[in-house]
């Protein structure tokens, strides 16, 4: 089992509209455990863009995926996805975007991935269910905990502006992200 490449014939999730109430929201006034250390408060951060991508949750060499995972539509890929926003991080950066993933599991159990795979951006730790709750994000259970359909939030002056929903394939969750970017840049005040 690659945790790295996505299998042929994943099922394709399908826009069930769990996301369609989030645009216009603002963030609230929570603070994250960041892999880099510390908490992060989205809702704080200077003005400008962020992207958080939201995910299930990403495997670890050597242990077995849920029973049925590559069944569940949007589930496999995370490990893809987390690599396609460490491979196009300059262009983030280039643009003034930061950038964060965000999941339900541990701050200790994200911070092993981030070394593993290094993530140059802070993965953050929803596991008490604060910013799910807070913004209805959409999620579903695969035998454990709650867990994050997969989805891209694009954030300007702490306002959601944009959704990306469902994501696939996750592999291509960056480029995704960074089109939508380019294609919607911020204007220049004169």
Same mark, same amino acid.
């Given at each position: 089992?690659?945790?790295?490449?996505l299998?042929?014939?994943?099922?394709?999730?399908?826009?069930?509209?769990?996301?369609?109430? !989030?645009?216009? !929201?603002?963030?609230?006034?929570?603070?994250?455990?960041?892999?880099?250390?510390? #908490?992060?408060?989205?809702?704080?951060?200077?003005?400008?863009? *962020?992207?958080?991508? %939201? =995910?299930?949750m990403?495997?670890?060499?050597?242990?077995?995926?849920?029973?049925?995972?590559?069944?569940?539509?949007?589930?496999?890929? %995370?490990?893809?996805?987390a %690599?396609?926003?460490?491979?196009? *991080?300059?262009?983030?950066?280039?643009?003034? @975007?930061?950038?964060?993933?965000?999941? #339900?599991q541990s701050?200790? =159990?994200?911070?092993?991935?981030?070394?593993?795979?290094?993530?140059? =951006?802070?993965?953050?730790?929803?596991?008490?269910?604060? !910013?799910?709750?807070?913004?209805?994000?959409?999620t579903?259970?695969?035998?454990g905990?709650?867990?994050?359909?997969?989805? #891209?939030?694009?954030v300007?002056?702490?306002?959601?502006?944009? @959704?990306? =929903?469902?994501?696939?394939?996750?592999?291509?969750?960056?480029?995704?992200?960074?089109?939508?970017?380019?294609?919607?840049?911020?204007?220049?005040s004169?």
């Open positions: 089992m690659s945790l790295t490449e299998p042929a014939g994943l099922p394709v999730p399908q826009d069930d509209g769990l996301c369609r109430h !989030l645009p216009g !929201l603002m963030l609230p006034p929570i603070s994250l455990a960041s892999t880099q250390g510390g #908490t992060v408060a989205l809702s704080a951060l200077p003005p400008g863009r *962020i992207v958080c991508f %939201c =995910y299930p990403t495997g670890r060499p050597g242990v077995a995926l849920p029973p049925g995972w590559d069944d569940i539509p949007g589930a496999r890929g %995370c490990t893809p996805q %690599c396609s926003f460490r491979d196009q *991080i300059a262009e983030f950066v280039r643009l003034g @975007v930061l950038v964060f993933g965000v999941s #339900t701050s200790d =159990y994200q911070r092993e991935m981030a070394e593993r795979l290094h993530l140059s =951006y802070g993965v953050l730790s929803d596991e008490k269910l604060e !910013l799910v709750n807070a913004l209805s994000l959409p579903f259970s695969a035998g905990p709650a867990l994050i359909k997969r989805l #891209t939030l694009i300007r002056q702490g306002r959601i502006e944009h @959704v990306l =929903y469902p994501v696939f394939p996750t592999d291509r969750s960056a480029e995704q992200t960074l089109a939508w970017l380019k294609a919607n840049p911020i204007a220049e004169t």
